[in-house]
């Protein structure tokens, strides 16, 4: 369990805690302190357990364990954001072909990275990089995971936009049933409503206004509180943009520009710009 003992013991020292404070668990303070050590390691659920005993989340404690970074796929896609925004092709290509030199550490989820970056990259610079191989590997891949955690949610909310409508669409129906089991983890529970925002929007772009109000039911159940304002403004710019892609109503354009200057007011600039952009190819495309 790499250096999960130590980290573990720092935690608990910080916290006042003795050995037998948490051995509490079930665990002996000599099975503790030889795991603190890193001269044994601990089941999931004796280590979930131990966890609980000097209250640490999971994702606090992973976090700590890759030394204060994000995992590899929010890396990269804090770099692909950077690009994007940027409109940096150049940027973006280099780190796709960085990625395709290293040494990956799971050959699966390496190529799945890779999948993704092809698609950004292609988005971005409106030059091939990705095949139809790519895709149904994507696919395939995200068919064949029972529960959907956190990285194929990451993944799917990524590439959504490329697949074709049918599969995009049974793959969002999969999702909510794939994912309930981790629905009231926080940071999935975001995902999962930024996902459903970018179904809907990739519904109203393609015209599929039916299978839309599919996305709206179920953005309509997350009940976004009043700190969720990312959530909210985006839902909103998405149900102006229905009524003006389904009905040509012109005004809807005025309040989809209410949003995005809500969003420069609470300062998301960037993505405040996304928007801009989007609703400027919008409303080219209807010219």
């Not at 609980?52 to 995992?71: G, L, Q």
């Not at 995971?145 to 969002?172: C, P, Q, R």
């Not at 179904?199 to 700190?227: H, M, S, W």
Request: charged share 30%.
């Amino acid at each position: 369990m790499k250096n999960f003992g130590e980290i573990f013991k720092t935690f608990r020292e910080s916290r006042g805690l003795r050995l037998k404070d948490v051995a509490k668990a079930g665990i002996s303070t000599s099975q503790l302190s030889r795991f603190e050590k890193g001269e044994t390691d601990l089941t999931i659920s004796k280590f979930m357990a131990i966890l609980d005993e000097i209250n640490m989340p999971i994702d606090e404690f992973m976090y700590t364990v890759h030394d204060f970074h994000r995992d590899e796929l929010n890396e990269l896609l804090s770099k692909v954001r950077h690009f994007v925004s940027n409109h940096d092709i150049e940027g973006l290509k280099r780190l796709l072909y960085s990625q395709m030199e290293s040494d990956p550490k799971q050959e699966k989820f390496h190529k799945l990275n890779i999948v993704l970056l092809k698609i950004r990259l292609q988005d971005l610079s409106g030059e091939s990089y990705y095949s139809s191989d790519d895709l149904s590997y994507l696919t395939d891949y995200l068919f064949s995971v029972e529960y959907w955690g956190y990285y194929e949610l990451l993944i799917y909310s990524n590439t959504l936009d490329v697949l074709k409508h049918d599969v995009f669409m049974v793959l969002a129906r999969e999702m909510s049933r794939r994912s309930d089991f981790y629905r009231e983890i926080p940071n999935n529970r975001r995902l999962i409503s930024s996902m459903l925002l970018n179904g809907y929007i990739t519904c109203v772009e393609r015209g599929k206004f039916i299978d839309a109000l599919y996305f709206k039911k179920q953005l309509n159940q997350c009940f976004f509180t009043e700190t969720e304002i990312y959530e909210r403004l985006v839902f909103q710019y998405a149900q102006h943009l229905y009524r003006y892609k389904k009905e040509s109503d012109c005004k809807a354009i005025i309040e989809m520009r209410k949003c995005i200057a809500a969003m420069k007011l609470v300062g998301s600039n960037h993505l405040a710009q996304t928007y801009e952009r989007h609703l400027e190819k919008v409303l080219g495309e209807n010219s």
